[in-house]
């Protein structure tokens, strides 16, 4: 996939010490249901289980859920991190596509009204204008927030104003949910898919 | 301050009924009443296959499965032009094929979905049955015994009768002409194909008539205007946030677009046609000059969070004219149809604060339902506001009658639909329910509770709240 002609040959690669780096703060968290979904979804289940809505078992198992802990954008943020471009073996985090401060969450008032929904928007900085995996970087965002993310949450991904030649285009295509639901219906594309959430799994 | 209005009011609530048994176990898309007056409602799901249920007992009665490599998307039961004892149904998958199936219903046996109240009309011959113009059967159906009457249920499945192929990805939608004589499909490929059956009854032998190709993006939907003697007339609605309208311009088959409705400012999502009965409700007010029945309005609604009301212009203009909606040369090949103008007239209040994925016009009520990714399902009613001056037409404005927050808890929902009511539970013919379909799977029907009032409701409302506040409010004020 795309080994022949790469869209950006030499992308700038940020430090690692330089990255938002709480992600252990959960790590007891980490290994409950949600991680134990995603691998069972990625490696065993057939294509149309990677629809977000298939994997809706959110059942919270957390040790300590006697307190609501409200998600935070840093909590969001680590969950798409990892992930791995689709042109380089390198993280979204490290090429910044994504960014903390990008992430942006608006939580319901009153946590305990089930049916009161968040909103959760992300954007993305694709490493070159004309980047033509831009929307397959969207869409790998989208898919693991909807399954990591509990089912009030409702996620937008857009492409960062002025990064992107095509950005409305793609913005209105990871935005329309008949299209990623029959994208994460193509054997193809999840198998990209598969490769890059691979870093999510370890 | 001025001392509250005492006025007598309707509340109007929207109520839980009862979860169609068993649930998917993923997301279920789009469920579709039976049109020819049978208690009979078809859920297609992305698990591939389309759950026909009970709409006397909220149960399953039959599934169609194998037919489709990847989500079902759409379902639309084929109008019946005669009772023959078969039922029948066309299936749009993401597959890229549209599937036609059938199922000879039996009746008389117990345990029969069907039976129940279909008594004491015939025996079991073939008994012909009146199907209005508006798909509505006039007398009480009964359906003719199969051949066997040993037969079980689940023996007598679903056959995939036909598969017709030809578009080149995913099916979004297909519906039959209210007639029966057309068939319609429409897909990401931009296209719409509209689809004969040509032979015998059962012979399976489809003609494509047509494939219009002029939206610039996936077709969303395709819902078809009955024939008021000027054919019957195709709405599309498409990711390119128009919609478009076409008939067959010649007589021979020709196929053409005659109007572009443009004012969306995102994909629009689904459509419907007004029906009869707020044809008349206004025809009635609207003073004796209106003599000839107008021409029924379209509803849209939109990612952009909107619902549309258009209507045709009074004026076309003329035919000459470039039109201002295809700037671009006209082919050579084809008379273009006299083009019309259509007109976005009302916007509904808003209730939905993300896209709104459906919209249904009650056939009985006139009444609109309408609910979208925000999980809201919402209830309106137009209403005559009076004339603003001495033989001027008569105002008319939608309300928002109710908005239920949370119908399938934190999912969204994809589907409602208004739907006769035949459970136990029904207290007036004609009776209506809402059904919706949401992404976890479920299928609900729900119930709408009205209950007069005098009260001084606006006391309790502060004028600057939302729509939903102020529903909300009302509730409230008024629990007991």
């Known amino acids: 996939m795309g080994s022949a002609q790469l869209d950006n040959a030499n992308p700038t690669i940020l430090n690692a010490s330089d990255l938002p780096s709480h992600r252990r703060r959960r790590q007891g968290r980490d290994t409950s249901s949600k991680e134990h979904g995603v691998k069972e979804v990625l490696m065993a289940k057939p294509s149309y289980s990677l629809d977000p809505f298939y994997l809706s078992d959110f059942s919270d198992t957390d040790s300590d859920d006697s307190t609501i802990e409200p998600i935070d954008e840093q909590e969001i943020y680590d969950l798409i991190a990892p992930i791995s471009d689709p042109e380089h073996p390198l993280s979204l985090e490290s090429l910044g596509v994504v960014k903390l401060q990008d992430v942006h969450l608006i939580s319901p008032s009153d946590l305990t009204n089930t049916v009161a929904l968040s909103r959760v928007l992300v954007e993305l900085t694709p490493t070159v204008t004309h980047c033509s995996l831009a929307t397959v970087i969207g869409l790998g965002v989208r898919v693991r927030l909807e399954q990591a993310l509990p089912p009030s949450y409702r996620v937008e991904v857009k492409i960062k104003k002025d990064t992107h030649a095509q950005a409305e285009e793609v913005n209105k295509q990871l935005a329309d949910k008949e299209r990623v639901a029959a994208a994460l219906e193509n054997a193809n594309l999840m198998g990209i898919l598969r490769k890059m959430m691979e870093p999510c799994l370890a | ?480």
């Not at chain 2, 007639?179 to 004969?196: F, P, T, V, Y």
């Open chain 2, 1 to 480: 301050m001025d001392p509250p209005a005492l006025l007598p009011s309707t509340i109007t609530r929207i109520v839980t009924l009862a979860e169609f048994k068993p649930i998917a176990s993923s997301r279920a898309w789009v469920s579709i009443p039976n049109p020819n007056g049978l208690p009979l409602i078809a859920t297609a799901t992305s698990d591939k296959t389309v759950r026909v249920y009970s709409l006397k007992n909220f149960t399953l009665h039959s599934t169609l499965e194998g037919g489709h490599s990847r989500s079902v998307r759409s379902v639309a039961w084929k109008p019946a032009v005669k009772n023959d004892g078969v039922l029948s149904l066309a299936t749009g998958s993401f597959d890229a094929t549209m599937g036609i199936w059938r199922r000879r219903e039996a009746l008389g046996e117990r345990g029969g979905v069907l039976n129940t109240d279909f008594e004491g009309v015939g025996q079991d011959g073939d008994l012909e049955v009146e199907v209005l113009a508006d798909g509505e059967v006039k007398e009480p159906l009964q359906l003719r015994n199969a051949k066997d009457d040993v037969e079980s249920d689940s023996e007598e499945d679903w056959e995939f009768a036909i598969v017709l192929e030809g578009h080149d990805s995913e099916l979004k939608n297909v519906a039959y002409s209210p007639s029966g004589q057309w068939l319609a499909s429409c897909s990401r490929d931009k296209s719409i194909w509209i689809w004969e059956e040509v032979g015998e009854e059962g012979e399976d032998e489809f003609e494509t008539i047509a494939v219009l190709q002029e939206h610039t993006a996936d077709v969303k939907c395709v819902c078809w205007r009955k024939d008021d003697g000027n054919g019957e007339v195709l709405a599309s609605a498409s990711y390119d946030d128009t919609i478009r309208l076409w008939k067959e311009v010649d007589g021979e088959g020709e196929w053409g677009c005659f109007a572009v409705l443009e004012g969306h400012e995102g994909t629009v999502w689904c459509l419907d046609w007004e029906p009869e009965v707020s044809l008349k409700m206004f025809h009635d007010a609207e003073t004796e000059l209106a003599e000839a029945p107008r021409i029924p309005r379209l509803m849209s609604c939109s990612a952009d969070s909107t619902i549309r009301v258009w209507t045709l212009a009074p004026a076309a203009p003329a035919p000459n004219k470039p039109s201002y909606f295809n700037p671009t040369i006209p082919s050579t090949m084809r008379a273009p149809p006299a083009d019309e103008k259509w007109e976005c007239t009302a916007t509904l209040p808003k209730a939905h604060d993300l896209p709104i994925y459906s919209v249904s016009w009650s056939k009985k009520t006139g009444r609109v339902v309408s609910t979208g990714g925000d999980g809201k399902i919402a209830v309106y009613e137009e209403r005559t506001k009076g004339r603003t001056k001495v033989g001027g037409e008569v105002e008319r404005e939608w309300v928002v009658l109710a908005v239920l927050q949370g119908g399938h808890g934190a999912y969204e929902i994809n589907h409602a639909t208004w739907c006769t009511r035949f459970d136990s539970g029904k207290t007036k013919d004609d009776e209506e329910i809402v059904v919706t379909t949401g992404d976890d799977g479920v299928v609900r029907a729900w119930a709408l509770e009205e209950e007069n009032v005098v009260a001084a409701v606006r006391e309790t409302v502060p004028e600057n709240s939302t729509i939903e506040e102020k529903v909300d409010g009302v509730m409230r004020g008024l629990s007991l």
